[in-house]
């Protein structure tokens, strides 16, 4: 009989859960610093509190999203992926390791806008002609959809800020370090839709595959179905259920290896057992495209297991280049 891949139910203090409260508003920004610093060692995945984004600003991004996944395909075709990572990507259209079965799932892409027009007063067009950067594509059948999804990523991108700055803290670096080119960031927001997974697709069928994040940090705002399991150091898996009122942030890969793996880039993935539908909002947080990611500037010369610099934007390349279909054509 074909079932699910599944994975450990844990308690309450496996994963950590921070309030970032005190770091966003300046009360004792050392102390959560401090945690998130041990929490990156260890797991590397982090419920976190204290955010600070409306519940309605979540909502209406929420709403939006799925008035676009129950649309007809041939409507989401319209807005379908770009050659610069914006739009729908349908079933199938991406998997997380070469061997594997297609993740099954759909989701649309947005980001920062080139032309500034979305980003907020006071952003410079980029100009900088990078194949991970290009125009939004918003569907004229959620007329809505726009101004909620860039509501949503200017609030989770703030986020993301504050926790660029405790991390530089928590290893002795000015709050700075990580925030000194962002003014043209390449971060993607995405919702990823999940469906209810057949149970006899079997146990080597996906909604994400086991993978890691490409990039510095993910922040994730989860729904209240589950499904998200993260590998332990020991190789065994275990859910990272929803908390209500958390997000969920993982180090990234570039993050793990601009701090030479101190921080833990965490093998995680997707199992949608619960026979409902499932929507994930998602930041893939990135400093501009020329930002080198190199652990010499993070520790100093000398320090141990540090790899060649790259530059973001080279790595991201690379990596999107990997792991989907729609680049390979």
């Avoid at 004792?28 to 409306?54: C, E, M, N, R, W």
């Avoid at 934007?313 to 054509?329: I, M, P, T």
């Amino acid at each position: 009989m074909m079932s699910y891949a599944t994975a450990k139910k844990v308690d309450a203090h496996q994963i950590p859960v921070i309030d970032i409260t005190p770091l966003r508003d300046g009360s004792d920004p050392a102390a959560v610093a401090a945690k998130l610093h041990a929490a990156s060692q260890g797991l590397g995945f982090i419920y976190i509190t204290g955010h600070g984004i409306p519940d309605a600003v979540i909502e209406a991004a929420r709403a939006s999203a799925y008035s676009f996944f129950r649309n007809d395909a041939a409507h989401k075709a319209r807005v379908g992926v770009s050659a610069s990572h914006r739009g729908w990507i349908g079933q199938g259209g991406a998997k997380m390791q070469t061997d594997a079965k297609a993740d099954f799932k759909e989701s649309f892409i947005w980001g920062w806008q080139s032309n500034g027009s979305t980003a907020g007063e006071g952003h410079p067009p980029s100009g900088d002609g990078h194949p991970l950067r290009g125009d939004n594509l918003w569907p004229d059948f959620v007329p809505d959809m726009q101004a909620r999804s860039m509501a949503y990523f200017e609030a989770v991108h703030e986020v993301a800020y504050h926790l660029m700055r405790g991390f530089a803290l928590g290893l002795d670096l000015s709050e700075d370090f990580f925030l000194k080119t962002t003014d043209r960031p390449l971060s993607r927001a995405s919702y990823v839709y999940y469906p209810a997974q057949p149970e006899d697709m079997g146990e080597d069928q996906f909604g994400v595959g086991p993978h890691t994040d490409f990039g510095v940090l993910t922040v994730l705002c989860q729904d209240d179905v589950g499904g998200l399991q993260v590998e332990t150091v020991d190789g065994e898996w275990i859910e990272a259920p929803p908390i209500p009122g958390s997000l969920v942030v993982n180090v990234a890969d570039l993050l793990a290896r601009w701090t030479a793996g101190a921080y833990k880039s965490t093998p995680h993935r997707v199992v949608n057992s619960s026979g409902r539908e499932r929507l994930s909002l998602v930041l893939a947080y990135d400093p501009n495209p020329e930002t080198m990611i190199d652990a010499r500037a993070v520790f100093g010369s000398d320090v141990a297991d540090a790899e060649e610099p790259i530059t973001c934007g080279d790595y991201l390349v690379w990596r999107f280049g990997k792991a989907f279909s729609y680049r390979k054509d």
